[in-house]
């Protein structure tokens, strides 16, 4: 199994990269100096800034295949580079050739969504059980049990609009109690899901841990040797890497927002740490997205036994084992694509 790098993240709108040797050089204002970090243990680079890099950089990286990710300064994905097509010509021919086939397509998109269903009834029930004093446990086992009934729906679902309701009403279930899953703070209270601009503190954190998620799995795919942009269940469109979507939901909870309430409920941040805009969307401020990203650095580092594989793996490489899983099914070495399950 491939071992997990680290990530370079810039999140000074100030700082220019480029390239010395075998090394980055990071610049500040005034093109002061302000660090290096060896290429040899980098598997991406993430901007959060509009001044970018060298030229001789861009090619150092698209050489060694390390990917290359720019995000605004509140995280909104912008582009990403990265060096030739990973893989072979015959699994991409495959995937294309295979996603044809709306049954083939329907079938992994409803395993994704068991995936994703499975999961959250697991966080649900994971707080219940490391905080039994401290919820509802009322409301949060009625929640569990909508979610058991909606995974056994998935059973007789046979079009992508049934899949897509199905999957909508567990997000419905999931998401109505998870403010029962923040143990009493009152300054992160989550009253429903807002993306674009998040509106409060919890949903800034989480959309910024589904853009650092779609990147992983995005990657995972590319080097799995598929196309990401071709997907299953997200309506594909110019730019838009539908089966990254489609693959990411079953890791939403267990990964994003698993490490968004682990924050709040260890009491790693603090209302400060945000900041309201005149539209009322909230961001990070500076010095919490540096936290955050480092946090999530450690969590990458996390090691897990993978429920299907039965090794040890750490949660950066878990989407590209999912990427490599999937790959397995589309060549037809296994008999349907297996989403991770994890209790």
């Known amino acids: 199994m491939r071992k997990l790098k680290n990530s370079l993240y810039l999140t000074d709108p100030d700082s220019w990269l480029t390239l010395s040797g075998e ?81 083939f397509k329907m079938q992994i998109a409803k395993n994704c969504i068991l995936g994703k269903l499975f999961n959250s009834r697991s966080v649900i029930e994971r707080i219940r059980r490391d905080h039994q004093l401290s919820v509802d446990n009322e409301k949060l086992s009625e929640a569990s049990g909508r979610l058991k009934i909606c995974i056994r729906k998935l059973i007789d679902v046979n079009q992508p609009e049934e899949l897509r309701a199905v999957e909508s009403e567990g997000a ?18 989550f009253n429903g899901r807002s993306r674009r601009p998040p509106m409060d503190p919890v949903n800034a954190m989480l959309s910024f841990a589904y853009s650092l998620l779609a990147g992983l799995v995005t990657g995972g795919l590319e080097s799995a040797g598929l196309d990401p942009y071709i997907g299953c269940l997200h309506v594909e469109r110019s730019g838009r890497p539908a089966m990254s979507l489609d693959l ?86 296994l008999p349907a694509y297996p989403p991770i399950f994890w209790k």
């Open 172 to 189: 419905r279930v999931y998401y109505s109690v998870f403010n029962n899953l923040i143990l009493g703070f009152e300054e992160f209270r």
């Open 248 to 333: 990411m939901e079953e890791l939403r909870p267990i990964l994003a927002d698993r490490f968004v309430l682990s924050l709040i409920n260890r009491k790693m941040v603090k209302g400060s740490d945000f900041i309201t805009g005149e539209d009322g969307a909230v961001r990070m401020t500076d010095q919490f997205r540096k936290k955050f990203l480092s946090e999530w650095q450690n969590k990458k580092k996390e090691i897990i036994t993978h429920p299907f594989l039965k090794e040890k793996v750490e949660w950066g490489i878990v989407p590209l084992v999912q990427s490599r899983l999937l790959a397995a099914h589309i060549r037809g070495d």
């Open 23 to 103: 090394a980055i050089v990071i610049k500040g204002k005034e093109d002061q100096v302000v660090g290096r970090v060896p290429l040899l243990n980098l598997d991406e680079v993430i901007s959060f800034g509009y001044r970018g890099m060298s030229p001789a950089l861009m090619n150092a990286c698209m050489q060694r295949k390390i990917m290359v990710s720019f995000m605004s300064p509140t995280g909104k994905f912008l582009a990403r580079l990265q060096g030739g097509v990973q893989g072979n010509v015959f699994l991409r021919e495959e995937q294309y050739l295979s996603f044809q086939d709306n049954d």
